[in-house]
Protein backbone atom coordinates (compact mmCIF):
# COMPACT_ATOMS: atom_id res chain seq x y z
CA UNK A 1 0.00 0.00 0.00
CA UNK A 2 0.93 3.56 -0.79
CA UNK A 3 0.50 6.49 2.49
CA UNK A 4 0.05 10.25 0.94
CA UNK A 5 0.48 12.53 3.36
CA UNK A 6 0.06 16.19 3.43
CA UNK A 7 0.93 19.15 5.56
CA UNK A 8 0.92 23.34 6.02
CA UNK A 9 -2.41 24.09 5.62
CA UNK A 10 -3.83 27.14 7.73
CA UNK A 11 -5.64 30.70 7.75
CA UNK A 12 -3.98 33.29 5.94
CA UNK A 13 -4.59 37.09 5.12
CA UNK A 14 -5.46 38.14 1.40
CA UNK A 15 -1.72 38.40 -0.02
CA UNK A 16 -0.18 36.11 2.58
CA UNK A 17 1.63 32.84 1.58
CA UNK A 18 1.93 29.64 2.69
CA UNK A 19 3.59 26.23 1.93
CA UNK A 20 2.16 23.11 1.80
CA UNK A 21 4.18 19.85 1.70
CA UNK A 22 3.49 16.33 1.03
CA UNK A 23 5.38 13.01 0.83
CA UNK A 24 4.34 9.68 -0.27
CA UNK A 25 5.50 6.05 1.19
CA UNK A 26 4.83 2.36 1.39
CA UNK A 27 4.88 -0.05 -1.86
CA UNK A 28 6.11 2.51 -3.95
CA UNK A 29 8.79 1.40 -7.09
CA UNK A 30 8.71 4.73 -9.19
CA UNK A 31 6.55 8.20 -9.43
CA UNK A 32 5.49 9.20 -12.53
CA UNK A 33 3.89 12.42 -11.26
CA UNK A 34 2.98 14.57 -8.16
CA UNK A 35 0.59 17.34 -7.58
CA UNK A 36 -1.67 19.44 -5.72
CA UNK A 37 -5.51 19.73 -6.33
CA UNK A 38 -8.04 21.59 -4.30
CA UNK A 39 -11.93 21.81 -3.98
CA UNK A 40 -13.94 24.77 -2.77
CA UNK A 41 -17.06 24.14 -1.30
CA UNK A 42 -20.15 23.72 -3.98
CA UNK A 43 -17.13 23.43 -6.76
CA UNK A 44 -15.23 20.30 -8.25
CA UNK A 45 -11.80 19.40 -7.49
CA UNK A 46 -9.31 20.96 -9.88
CA UNK A 47 -5.94 20.97 -10.82
CA UNK A 48 -3.80 23.45 -8.79
CA UNK A 49 -0.26 22.52 -10.21
CA UNK A 50 1.59 19.12 -11.33
CA UNK A 51 5.23 18.04 -11.87
CA UNK A 52 5.54 15.29 -14.09
CA UNK A 53 8.83 12.98 -14.05
CA UNK A 54 11.35 14.86 -15.64
CA UNK A 55 10.28 17.76 -13.65
CA UNK A 56 8.13 19.35 -16.57
CA UNK A 57 5.12 20.97 -14.88
CA UNK A 58 1.70 22.32 -15.13
CA UNK A 59 -0.41 24.99 -13.49
CA UNK A 60 -4.05 26.28 -13.25
CA UNK A 61 -4.42 29.74 -14.76
CA UNK A 62 -5.79 31.32 -12.26
CA UNK A 63 -2.08 30.25 -9.98
CA UNK A 64 0.25 31.31 -12.30
CA UNK A 65 2.97 33.50 -11.18
CA UNK A 66 2.01 33.24 -8.00
CA UNK A 67 2.33 29.53 -7.04
CA UNK A 68 5.44 27.37 -7.74
CA UNK A 69 5.57 23.62 -7.23
CA UNK A 70 8.29 21.19 -6.29
CA UNK A 71 9.77 17.82 -6.24
CA UNK A 72 12.52 16.12 -3.57
CA UNK A 73 12.63 12.72 -5.53
CA UNK A 74 14.77 11.72 -3.00
CA UNK A 75 12.24 12.18 -0.59
CA UNK A 76 9.36 11.23 -2.72
CA UNK A 77 7.81 14.64 -1.54
CA UNK A 78 6.28 17.44 -3.21
CA UNK A 79 6.10 21.43 -2.38
CA UNK A 80 3.61 24.07 -3.10
CA UNK A 81 5.20 27.68 -2.08
CA UNK A 82 2.05 29.90 -2.37
CA UNK A 83 2.15 33.08 -2.71
CA UNK A 84 0.32 36.52 -3.10
CA UNK A 85 -3.09 34.58 -1.88
CA UNK A 86 -6.57 35.71 -2.62
CA UNK A 87 -9.95 34.86 -0.96
CA UNK A 88 -11.03 32.81 -4.16
CA UNK A 89 -7.68 30.28 -2.84
CA UNK A 90 -9.76 28.90 -0.32
CA UNK A 91 -10.30 25.48 -0.63
CA UNK A 92 -9.35 22.18 0.61
CA UNK A 93 -6.15 21.18 -1.20
CA UNK A 94 -5.48 17.37 -2.17
CA UNK A 95 -1.94 15.84 -3.02
CA UNK A 96 -2.19 13.24 -5.61
CA UNK A 97 0.83 10.66 -6.42
CA UNK A 98 0.76 8.66 -9.61
CA UNK A 99 2.81 5.48 -8.61
CA UNK A 100 4.20 2.56 -9.71
CA UNK A 101 4.29 0.02 -6.85
CA UNK A 102 7.02 -2.88 -6.55
CA UNK A 103 4.62 -5.41 -6.69
CA UNK A 104 2.50 -4.46 -9.58
CA UNK A 105 5.23 -2.61 -12.25
CA UNK A 106 2.57 -2.93 -15.42
CA UNK A 107 0.20 -0.12 -14.11
CA UNK A 108 0.24 2.53 -12.22
CA UNK A 109 -2.35 3.98 -9.65
CA UNK A 110 -3.86 7.39 -8.16
CA UNK A 111 -2.81 7.96 -4.87
CA UNK A 112 -4.86 11.34 -2.78
CA UNK A 113 -3.99 12.40 0.85
CA UNK A 114 -6.69 13.32 3.43
CA UNK A 115 -6.36 17.01 2.44
CA UNK A 116 -5.67 19.74 3.99
CA UNK A 117 -7.47 23.20 4.76
CA UNK A 118 -6.37 26.49 3.24
CA UNK A 119 -8.30 29.06 4.25
CA UNK A 120 -7.57 32.93 2.82
CA UNK A 121 -9.77 35.65 5.11
CA UNK A 122 -10.16 39.63 3.15
Known amino acids: QVQVVESGGGLVQSGGSLRLSCAASGNIFSINAMGWYREAPGKERELVAR???????NYADSVKGRFTISRDSAKNAVYLQMNSLKPEDTAVYYC????????????????WGQGTQVTVSS
Open 96 to 111: NAVVVVTTWRNSQFNY
Open 51 to 57: IISGNST
